[in-house]
């Protein structure tokens, strides 16, 4: 049987421990940002936007808002995500080099549409660090177009 007194005890005993989890928890430091290049998980990782697995590092892409990351295994697909689940706050832009295997913040840098690309939901769409690599791809391509960021956001038709 418990007495008044051990009740008492027991729970004073309670809320000093509650006490010193809620002020452990408060001592932890806040979480920031997540930095540095997206970490991808090539062939074992599904793209956020369609559910395929992202397997060809020339077309992934990343966005980051704060500590969310989110994957994707096409610029085009990146892009759709936007449009339909616009991250809040600042939002960090990445794409993969078309002839390198380096990120590129995506407003930096230029893309090439085009229909022989073979990306892997079909927006055939490549990311590259200078104008001049993307205009090499392009000599050797018919039906190209060189593209700025802004413009592909704003222009690229939706894909099933």
């Known amino acids: ?66 500590r969310d990351e989110r994957h994707f295994d096409d610029i085009g697909c990146m892009i759709a995500n936007f449009r339909k689940h616009h991250p809040a706050g600042e939002v960090a832009y990445f794409v993969r080099d078309f002839g390198g295997a380096t990120w590129l913040n995506a407003a930096a840098a230029t893309f090439v549409s085009a229909p022989g690309l073979k990306s892997p939901m079909g927006y055939d769409i490549a990311a590259f660090a200078t104008r001049e690599a993307a205009q090499q791809v392009m000599a050797n391509r018919s039906g190209t177009n060189q593209e700025t960021w802004a413009a592909l956001i704003d222009g690229l038709k939706e894909r099933g």
């Open 1 to 66: 049987m418990m007495t008044r007194r051990r009740f008492l005890i027991l729970l004073g005993t309670g809320t000093v421990v509650a006490g010193a989890a809620a002020g452990g928890y408060l001592a932890l430091p806040a979480e920031e940002a997540a930095a540095g290049d997206p970490r991808i998980r090539y062939g074992a990782e599904p793209c956020t936007q369609c559910g395929m697995i992202i397997s060809d590092e020339r077309f992934a892409a990343a966005w980051r808002a704060g």
